[in-house]
C-alpha cells in the first residue's frame, strides 16, 4: 500500500499484463502437460463482482470492512458459489453421479433414513 498514485498505476498495469497472460499460457500448454489439465476461467473475481452488481448489490456489501481488501462472509458465500457455477459451466465438475441414491442406500442405510425423514 503507498500513497504514490504512479507507483499504484505502474503496478496495476503490470498486473494487468500478466493477468492478459494467462490465456495464451493455457492455450499454448494444452495438450503438452501429461497430468495436468489448465483452465482458464477469466477474472473471475472482477467476474463474480459484476455480477453481484447487476443482481443489484453493491460491491462494497462483500467487502470486509476492517481491512477494505478481503472478502467478508457475504463476499465468500457469494464468489464460492460464483466459481462453483463457472467451473461447471466449464465442464471441470462433472455432473452430478445418477446412482448416488443407490450407493448412499447401499452403504450409508441409517443416513438415507435420516435425511427421508427430515
Known sequence: MTSNQTARDN?????????????????ETRGQLKNLKLYYLGDVLNDAIRGYIKQGGKGKDLIEPSDGFHPNQIGQ????????????????IPPANPHNDAIRARFFPNEVKKTETA
Request: net charge negative; charged share 10%; proline share 3%.
Open 77 to 92: 458465500a457469494f464468489l464460492g458459489q460464483y466459481i462453483w457455477n463457472v467451473t461447471v459451466e466449464a465442464g471441470i
Open 11 to 27: 503496478l496495476s498495469a503490470l498486473a494487468a499484463s500478466m493477468r492478459e497472460q494467462l490465456p495464451i499460457i493455457v492455450e
